[in-house]
């Protein structure tokens, strides 16, 4: 009995190739902001991975972060400024 150690996929190979998918940025905003709410589909989420391009995906999160904090900062700043938040 010969032990064999598993075959490892080429990664460099699947990277290449899905970052050659055809979504456009809008669609992967999309996808993005939904996931920011945690409401998908099952069957969403499996055409979002056929699909979307993981740079688009990366720069699309990085985004909707910036996007996020921002408006925490803003909506803090109004609350702060209306005197709503101070007695």
Do not use: Y
């Not at 055809?22 to 992967?28: I, L, Q």
């Not at 996808?31 to 990366?58: E, M």
């Not at 990085?62 to 400024?81: D, H, K, R, T, Y």
């Amino acid at each position: 009995m010969s032990s064999k150690p598993p075959v490892q996929p080429d990664a460099s190979g699947d990277l290449s190739a899905a970052v050659q998918r055809k979504a456009s940025f809008v669609m992967t905003m999309k996808a993005v902001a939904w996931s920011f709410f945690g409401i998908r589909r099952n069957a969403s989420h499996a055409q979002d991975l056929a699909k979307l391009n993981p740079v688009h995906v990366i720069i699309a999160g990085i985004l909707g972060a910036v996007v996020f904090v921002l408006s925490l900062i803003a909506l803090i700043q109004w609350v702060i400024g209306s005197g709503v938040a101070g007695s």
